[in-house]
């Protein structure tokens, strides 16, 4: 499966983003969705991820703030970005993979990632 992020940009603190991902090349609908960030020289860090069935489980430290969705009709997963802050800056990627129980367990297809930077 091929992913595309995009939505990323500049945003004044207290603002809000909606990246999306669109996948193709496969079912989308068999992949549990993943949304992680990541800051140069920091390792990469979970933010969000959606179920097969569209159950949804946030990071805390951007739970309350942050809301995933999908649409299979489009192949399409969103992250909509509400109150963001200076330390929400990072590269946004996403990932396709799979659910066991509460667990996200990524794979190997990654989009290219998407840039978000909050000014304060």
């Known amino acids: 499966v091929q992913l595309q992020a995009s939505g990323g940009g500049l945003v004044q603190a207290g603002g809000s983003l909606n990246l999306s991902c669109t996948a193709s090349?496969?079912?989308?609908?068999?992949?549990?969705m993943g949304w992680y960030r990541q800051v140069p020289g920091e390792q990469r860090e979970l933010v969000a991820t959606?179920?097969?069935?569209?159950?949804?489980d946030y990071k805390h430290y951007v739970k309350g703030r942050f809301t995933i969705s999908r649409d299979n009709a489009k192949s399409t997963v969103y992250l909509q970005m509400n109150n963001l802050g200076p330390d929400d800056t990072a590269g946004y990627y996403c990932n396709a993979g799979k659910t066991r129980g509460i667990y996200y367990y990524p794979s190997r297809f990654w989009g290219q990632g998407t840039l978000v930077t909050v000014s304060s």
């Open positions: 090349g496969d079912t989308f609908s068999s992949y549990a």
């Open positions: 959606i179920s097969e069935g569209s159950r949804t």
